[in-house]
């Protein structure tokens, strides 16, 4: 015998699996064969019914009293039991559609919100049906502030669909970098159906035909000569491009991650450090000089240090560790950490031999589980043993 919580578990599931399809026919007023949802309630045989009829009784009146306040519509069924003799029983709760079922779930005021959102959307641009379904969270949840600031930021999209302002610079009242950072899913995936018969490759903000803030390199100059291309300045943060057009070249360009490692480096002729790329070492690939540079790469004695690595000499194949080795790892046992998770199964390609197989050890817990050292940690004698090598090597 299904009680109230079990029927409710059954339509929440139910709800997890398909509300969003139930949407998108809403929206679109197209006749689902989902509609009526009958949910057995499984009643009880005789046999079931004597051996405990006090909770028969209860089993009925409960659903009696459930449909008497209106909270669910009950199919009943007549049985005619030889010993008990004729039996009302609650067979079936009949679900009539997706209003009725958010409704039993707690969730009418969003099913009621997203489906008037909804057919507004579909209504102004019908092209949006699909994606607007794909949409519900957004549409139940946005404050109407935020929903009234969508609308009126793809009316303006449509009119100046290649407009390259920063987001800032928008002229929408409320849309500003924030609120699309924050928004840039469910914004560019509306947008991209709206046009749909454009090409619809790229990412935000470019899609949207804005301008993405230019993405800043922080860097050290550890050569008091290759400070006068930077007015002097031992520490700054400049394009690519702008680091790329710099009158005197360096030798050396280290990257190290840990920005407290790349302060505490001392003068080095001819080297430049940038610091806390993070997986952004992409970005070094504008800059025509460094394919002629040596140049080194420093993070942490991790996985995801080794897969960063690895990804680097996608573009820059001659980049060489430092302190990413398993002597410097062994060295400073006492030191090591526990990473929170391992970058995905998947080795990079461009290891040495000898990164791969730390990476390997690292992966199968060869040395303990998750083990993980942190290039802060590292002595920093032993720090400047190594990068000293470096330089003498390149």
């Not at 840039?184 to 159906?193: E, Q």
Request: proline share 7%; hydrophobic share 40%; net charge neutral.
């Amino acid at each position: 015998m299904r009680q109230p919580d079990d029927v409710h578990r059954i339509l929440s599931t139910r709800w997890a699996n398909q509300h969003k399809d139930w949407f998108a026919a809403t929206i679109a007023a197209t006749p689902s064969d989902d509609w009526p949802l009958a949910i057995p309630l499984k009643p009880p045989t005789e046999s079931m019914a004597r051996r405990d009829p006090a909770g028969l009784a209860a089993w009925i009146s409960c659903w009696r009293d459930r449909e008497r306040q209106g909270h669910c519509n009950v199919l009943w069924a007549e049985r005619q039991w030889p010993i008990l003799g004729r039996q009302t029983l609650p067979e079936h709760i009949v679900v009539g559609g997706p209003a009725e079922a958010a409704a039993l779930l707690g969730q009418a005021e969003r099913w009621r919100l997203a489906e008037a959102r909804g057919r507004e959307l579909h209504g102004r641009w019908p092209q949006l049906a699909s994606a607007a379904a794909k949409q519900f969270d957004l549409l139940a949840d946005w404050s109407t502030q935020d929903f009234t600031r969508l609308a009126e930021f793809l009316e303006w999209l449509l009119k100046n669909p290649d407009s390259g302002l920063y987001p800032r610079q928008v002229p929408v009242r409320g849309i500003d970098s924030k609120w699309l950072e924050r928004r840039s899913g469910p914004v560019t995936a509306l947008w991209l159906a709206l046009r749909a018969d454009e090409n619809s490759g790229g990412a935000y903000p470019d899609v949207l035909g804005l301008r993405a803030p230019p993405a800043m390199i922080r860097l050290r100059v550890l050569d008091p000569d290759l400070r006068l291309c930077f007015n002097g300045l031992t520490e700054t943060s400049a394009t690519a491009d702008e680091l790329g057009a710099i009158r005197t070249r360096p030798r050396r360009l280290l990257m190290v991650e840990n920005l407290q490692n790349a302060i505490a480096l001392p003068d080095i002729p001819g080297t430049l450090v940038v610091m806390g790329l993070g997986k952004g070492t992409g970005i070094l690939s504008r800059i025509p000089w460094l394919y002629e540079t040596a140049v080194g790469y420093w993070g942490d004695i991790d996985t995801h240090g080794l897969h960063i690595l690895g990804h680097t000499r996608k573009f820059l194949p001659g980049v060489r560790s430092l302190l990413m080795d398993q002597d410097t790892l062994l060295a400073h046992r006492d030191l090591w950490v526990e990473e929170p998770s391992q970058a995905g199964p998947n080795a990079p390609e461009g290891l040495t031999d000898a990164e791969a197989d730390l990476l390997a050890g690292l992966k199968c817990h060869r040395w303990g589980v998750n083990v993980r050292l942190e290039q802060e940690r590292i002595s920093w004698d032993y720090v400047l043993g190594s990068v000293a090598a470096w330089i003498r090597q390149s």
